[in-house]
């Protein structure tokens, strides 16, 4: 089109999350904008923002009171059992986290995301046909949603169900995140060890390698988990 380019100054509201510094200080800041908020305002907006600000920084229990308070004035809220069940996953809490799902599917049955909270609640309660059970029921209706894929994967390969872990995993390698799942697989085995689910972070991270995904932090996690259990995929 042979548009000139030059230089002008203008003001960007979003730059990424490409400098995490900078993302940081602008979401506390944000939560501290929100705090004046309610302080003010006391509606249950305030409550909302404040409370997603909180969870975005890394205040977990801040922001389940707020998200607590929030369900009291809206009690068929959908989106606020789904948040709460998220934030009680992050604090490793996946009783609470599993709970928050079903009545967010209660009240939503279509909420995608509150089927797969549960999955992932009962993988971390070393529920792993359970959650295969649901992952399945949720690819099936749709079949875009990546990250229910991914996990399906997971539980595929915590239940040492090879064949189809290997389909599943052919499907996501091609997509445009195929050549990051590794670090999904490293993200995931971290939070098995976290929820003392050695077995499963073992298999997670022995299929990692078999799919050709290892590397040395993940070896060194391998070499961590127990060698009393059951045999590894592949």
């Known amino acids: 089109l042979k548009i000139p380019i030059r230089e002008c100054a203008v003001a960007i509201h979003h730059y990424g999350v490409l400098n995490n510094a900078r ?27 404040a409370a997603i600000q909180s969870a975005r920084v890394g205040r977990s229990a801040e922001s389940l009171d707020l998200w607590r308070r929030f369900l009291q004035r809206h009690p068929r809220s959908a989106e ?17 986290a599993a709970s928050n799902a079903r009545n967010a599917l ?10 797969f909270n549960l999955a992932f609640a009962m993988l971390m309660l070393g529920q792993a046909e359970d959650a295969r059970k649901i992952l399945e029921k949720s690819v099936n209706e749709h079949p875009d949603y990546t990250a229910a894929q991914f996990l399906l994967c997971v539980a595929y390969v915590c239940k040492q169900e090879r064949a189809p872990a290997e389909n599943l995993f052919k499907q996501i390698r091609v997509l445009p ?10 993200d995931i085995a971290r939070q098995f060890l976290k929820a003392s689910r050695r077995d499963y972070a073992r298999r997670t991270l022995e299929a ?19 060698a009393g259990s059951p045999e590894p995929l592949g």
Request: charged share 30%.
């Open 23 to 49: 993302a940081l200080e602008k979401t506390t800041a944000y939560r501290m904008l929100g705090k004046k908020k309610l302080k003010h305002l006391r509606d249950a907006t305030a409550l909302k923002e």
């Open 80 to 96: 606020a059992c789904l948040n709460i069940g998220a934030v009680c996953a992050n604090m490793g809490r996946f009783s609470e």
């Open 106 to 115: 209660e009240l939503d049955p279509k909420l995608k995301e509150a089927r």
């Open 177 to 186: 995140i195929g050549d990051y799942i590794g670090e999904s697989f490293l």
């Open 208 to 226: 990692a390698a078999f799919f050709g995904f290892s590397n040395p932090i993940m070896e060194k996690l391998l070499k961590g988990c127990s």
